[in-house]
């Protein structure tokens, strides 16, 4: 008997509802990924909502289109002037260390499940990239940090490191279906794929840029659906050409979030809420593949590689990756521990089935099991581990404003956040006695836990917080403005 469609979209749209209302979870110091699983377990075949969903190749498509926005995003929140002070160590940790995880895994998956050195790659391979989402989620919630550069490296690596891991997957399930295939024989593969999708990646970047600043649509809702379909045509243009797209999406992110465009605040906003329904979407379809039966045969032989990922395998490979950089032994070790897996690794174990690899439930279950534990384990013990090795300070609250600017067309403007230090010689002094640039106004001051909307007669005070509107050419006269020191400063 056929379910009704109706149906269908009913239950599709309560199962989005609960995740998100059971998101708050993560406020205990759970990761996100593990509460969206488990709404997808409940509704599965094996819990309360019964539903009999087992169809992989739908699962991996949903993945590859949700990893797809959620690297683009995570592109987009990149800023350059962070990652460009690690971008080497970075590049290092997500390539040769994301190797390096995957064949100690291999070497040891041998032993605890008894698989040929193929197989047992191609599980290394699966599990050997990081989640970003996860691993910041939790620090948000715990009110947070890392201090110095750990947290652009680590969201940096995050992100990065998922095509060296489906390069690595890939290649591995090559080895295993074609006769005579070798390792070596990846090598141009792999030069290839990254080659390619970092070439479309700026390429692509840099032109949607200039398309969304040109275009001058009609209707501004059609920018957000102009952004969406980017995402996809950059994904599919570098992977027809041989690309690596999840590298193309990430790399235009970053190209693009570094730009000027219009409606860049909202297209940015809605963006990130694409991002997150992509992961609600992704993480409850991979929960209502599995049945936690299945598991039982694998907890003990589990935990012992749950065990190696975060004891033997990540701290290796980070730490010879980065052996000849001046990082102290407390930042390697919290790199090492920050090693939470997530949505990739469950979207690659799909793989093995549009391969028609046997026994690819098997090592479907391996790889849920690996990673429930990896992010159960380490997920809830970021902030103490943090605290312990004295990485970590207070995240201050991120202020909202009650209004904001919108880039426009023709518009070269922008609305500036602009602190009042306590040895400016702003401070006492009114606002008309600046002599701002005749292009640019004091818009809003936020001043303690209000704000107030100033006019010339307003007086300065230290502590106080400008958005300044003005010309992008006049920012630097009115930071030099600002930020000049008193005469009782000086002479000190």
């Known amino acids: 008997m056929a379910i009704p469609f109706e149906l269908i979209l009913f239950g599709a749209a309560l199962l989005v509802f609960f995740s998100v209302f059971a998101s708050k979870g993560s406020e205990l110091g759970v990761p996100a990924l593990l509460i969206f699983i488990l709404v997808g377990v409940l509704a599965g075949s094996e819990g309360i909502g019964k539903i009999q969903f087992e169809n992989y190749a739908y699962a991996n498509y949903i ?49 605890i499940f008894h698989m040929g050195w193929k197989e047992s790659f191609l599980l290394g391979a699966i599990v050997s990239s990081t989640d970003a989402a996860a691993v910041f989620s939790v620090l948000r919630s715990k009110n947070i940090t890392l201090g110095g550069k750990l947290r652009s490296l680590l969201e940096f690596e995050s992100a990065s490191n998922d095509p060296m891991a489906v390069f690595l997957t890939i290649s591995a399930l090559m080895l295993i279906t074609i006769p005579g295939e070798t390792p070596f024989d990846m090598i141009p593969e792999f030069v290839l794929e990254m080659g390619v999708g970092l070439i479309f990646g700026l390429g692509l970047g840099w032109f949607s840029v200039k398309i969304i600043n040109k275009i001058n649509l009609d209707y501004d809702g059609l920018y957000p659906v102009l952004f969406t379909v980017i995402v996809l045509l950059i994904y599919s243009a570098a992977s027809i050409f041989k690309g690596n797209g999840f590298l193309a999406v990430y790399v235009a992110g970053i190209v693009i979030g570094n730009k000027r465009f219009i409606h860049k605040n909202s297209l940015i906003r809605f963006n990130e809420g694409i991002s997150w329904l992509m992961q609600i979407t992704m993480f409850v379809a991979l929960g209502l593949l599995l049945n936690p039966s299945e598991l039982l045969p694998y907890i003990s032989a589990g ?28 930042e390697k070790a919290m790199v090492s521990w920050v090693g939470l897996r997530g949505a990739v690794p469950i979207i690659l174990a799909t793989f093995p089935f549009v391969y028609n690899i046997p026994d690819y439930r098997k090592i479907f279950n391996i790889v849920f099991f690996i990673v429930f534990i990896s992010a159960l384990v380490q997920g809830m013990s970021i902030g103490k581990v943090a605290d312990f090795l004295k990485v970590s300070r207070p995240l201050g609250a991120k202020r909202r404003y009650p209004i904001e600017f919108e880039q426009m067309a023709g518009i070269n403007a922008d609305l500036y956040e602009i602190m009042i230090h306590p040895q400016s010689s702003a401070v006492g002094r009114k606002i008309v006695d600046l002599h701002l640039p005749p292009k640019s106004l004091v818009a809003l001051i936020s001043r303690g836990e209000g704000f107030l909307i100033p006019n010339g007669s307003t007086v300065i005070k230290d502590g106080d917080i400008f958005l300044a509107l003005g010309a992008n050419e006049d920012l630097a006269k009115i930071q030099e403005i600002v930020n000049q020191k008193s005469e009782k400063t000086e002479g000190k």
């Open 63 to 111: 993945g590859i289109v949700a990893l797809s926005y959620i690297l683009f995003y995570g592109g987009l929140s990149t800023g350059w002037k962070d990652i460009k002070p690690i971008l080497k160590t970075g590049i290092v940790l997500a390539t040769l260390g994301v190797l390096i995880t995957a064949v100690i895994m291999a070497f040891f998956a041998s032993f």
């Open 303 to 330: 935990i012992v590689a749950a065990l190696v990922l975060m004891f033997v395998a990540r701290p290796v490979g980070v730490y010879l990756c980065t052996a000849f950089t001046n990082m102290k032994f407390n």
